[in-house]
């Protein structure tokens, strides 16, 4: 764990990735007739979040070390996933990995794909069936969401404790996107690792954000403002660092700041510019998961299943670490997401 940030949970059990130097899943080929060089696809669904960038530039850097392509394509619609799977597969690639604009686009993705010979892993939003389960058959890396959120709640606690604030006082407004279920179980740890800590439930707060971006969690966030005008402090909890920024800026509208707002957001990727602002504002904190370790390691892993035809583990974890204006510019360094 001293070279590589995230301890993964890997089928239930703790375990340290290896550190992204290690392995060297070569492409078959002879020192004979070069061979054209193995190609992936990284699909994502939002190419304009920092989070997807970093994952794309994770996945590059696998590409550069173990010397095959990666193809990066925003597919921000079910129409976009369909396209680029046929262009891959024009194209020659041999597999892609993807966080899919639409959970429920599973069984359609891996039909083409598997018309086309390509082999899937799937990145953060897990595939779901017809029959609304888990597509479990097709490997999958992601947050160990309900942990991760339970480490939010815990730190809001801890915060709100440390300033003094009383729990009449206060609310938590959380913005959800429950029909996601990484989503589902982040903001649902949030509020059960509150709760254990003494929260009272009716504090508890729901806004349903319908877009995953800052007008989505603003106008989300909106609405519990209204609905609960006589709050003092608010403690703000989301899906990722977005949900949480559009809830600050909504509290900002009403004269809230950094005094009475604790948020936390998850991702640590796409805070940066607001916890290097001159002056603190509500986003307190986020829990910093690598985008690219992630990106680098499905990328490696897919490429080996390429090459080599070793199956990727099916269900892959990450975990978290909390991240405030204190420590962000050390850690984001140490993990190589900023210079
Ligand atoms: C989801 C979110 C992203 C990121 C990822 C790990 O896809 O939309 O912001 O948190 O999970």
Known sequence: MKNFLLPLLCAGALLALPACAKKAATSPGSASAPEKKIQIGYLVKQPEEPWFQFEWKGATAAGAQHDFEVVKLGVTDGEKVMSAIDNLAAMGAQGFVICTPDVRLGPAI???????????????????????????????????????????????????????????????????????????????????????????????????????????????ANIVLTQHPTVKHWLICALNDTGVLGAVRAMEDRGFTAENVIGIGINGTDCIDELRKSKPTGFFGSMLVSAPQEGFRTAELLHQWIATGVAPPPDTRTAGIFITRDNFEQVLKKEGIIP
């Not at 389960?133 to 606690?157: C, H, N, W």
């Not at 319908?210 to 989505?216: A, C, Q, R, V």
Request: proline share 3%.
């Open 110 to 220: 891996m039909n083409r794909a598997q018309q086309a010979g390509l082999k899937v892993i799937t990145v953060d939003d897990q595939l779901v069936a017809g029959d609304g389960k888990f597509m479990t058959s097709v490997p999958y890396l992601g947050m160990s969401a309900t942990q991760i959120g339970r480490d939010v709640g815990t730190e809001l606690f801890r915060e709100m404790q440390h300033r003094g604030w009383k729990a009449e006082d206060t609310g938590l407004c959380t913005v959800t996107f429950e029909e996601l279920d990484t989503a589902r179980a982040r903001t649902d740890g949030a509020i059960a690792a509150l709760k254990d800590a003494g929260f009272p439930a009716s504090r508890i707060f729901k806004g349903a954000q319908k877009t995953t971006d800052i007008p989505g969690s603003f106008a989300a």
